[in-house]
């Protein structure tokens, strides 16, 4: 396969759930969350999901949106990749049509922090900015901080972000882009220490 060609989008992450019933937060997410359109794999220390990149950010928000509705304060990091070189064709399900599976809207406030690298991008800070006034724009910018920008506000509109920026930060010439994000969610610490 040609380097590029690919529209497959990947998601590595994990949940850490702040409670001793640790297991069975990671597991509901897992288990209740449709993952019917995407491929996915758990191991001892994350998962991956793998598809087109409106199922895979789908099934990203339904699975923190699953974790974070047990009330209890559960962190999420976790990498969002595209394009190639590092990519293969396979583990992809891209005959999946376009109807996203889970459609619940239950509102959750979600604090985060995410990292744009636009690979082999020589204007990547230009990219990194616009991004940022994205965010901005949207009203879901929180603050500036070395290393990342930090983003906050309902999941939903902190997702469509997220997938809004996944979307604009590559392009034809540059494909492969790499989005770090991590979310904290029911933290006591939101709206100040
Ligand atoms: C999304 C996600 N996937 C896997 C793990 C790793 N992990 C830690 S505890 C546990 C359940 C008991 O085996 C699993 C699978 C994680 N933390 N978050």
Same mark, same amino acid.
């Given at each position: 396969m040609q380097c590029g060609l690919s529209p497959i989008v990947g998601f590595r992450f994990s949940l850490?759930?702040?409670?001793?019933?640790f297991i069975s937060v990671i597991k509901g997410a897992l288990q209740e969350t449709d993952t019917s359109n995407v491929w996915m794999h758990t191991d001892d220390v994350s998962t991956v999901i793998r598809g087109k990149q409106v199922h895979v950010f789908n099934v990203a928000k339904a699975l923190t949106l699953h974790a974070a509705k047990t009330g209890e304060h559960v962190a999420l990091s976790g990498t969002f990749?595209?394009?190639?070189?590092?990519?293969?064709?396979?583990d992809a399900y891209l005959d999946k049509g376009d109807n996203v599976a889970n459609t619940d809207t239950t509102k959750q406030y979600v604090s985060s922090q995410f990292a744009l690298y636009p690979m082999n991008n020589p204007n990547y800070m230009d990219v990194i900015y616009r991004e940022v006034e994205r965010a901005k724009e949207l009203g879901v910018f929180n603050e500036?901080?070395? #290393?990342?920008?930090?983003?906050?506000?309902?999941?939903?509109?902190?997702?469509?972000? #997220?997938?809004?920026?996944?979307?604009h930060a590559r392009s034809e010439e540059h494909k492969h882009l790499v989005m770090t994000v991590s979310m904290s969610?029911?933290?006591p610490s939101h709206g100040g220490l």
């Open positions: 850490h759930p702040m409670t001793n019933d990749s595209a394009g190639c070189p590092g990519d293969t064709s396979g500036s901080m070395h #290393y990342a920008s930090g983003i906050h506000g309902d999941i939903h509109d902190v997702f469509a972000f #997220y997938e809004e920026t996944f979307t969610i029911n933290s």
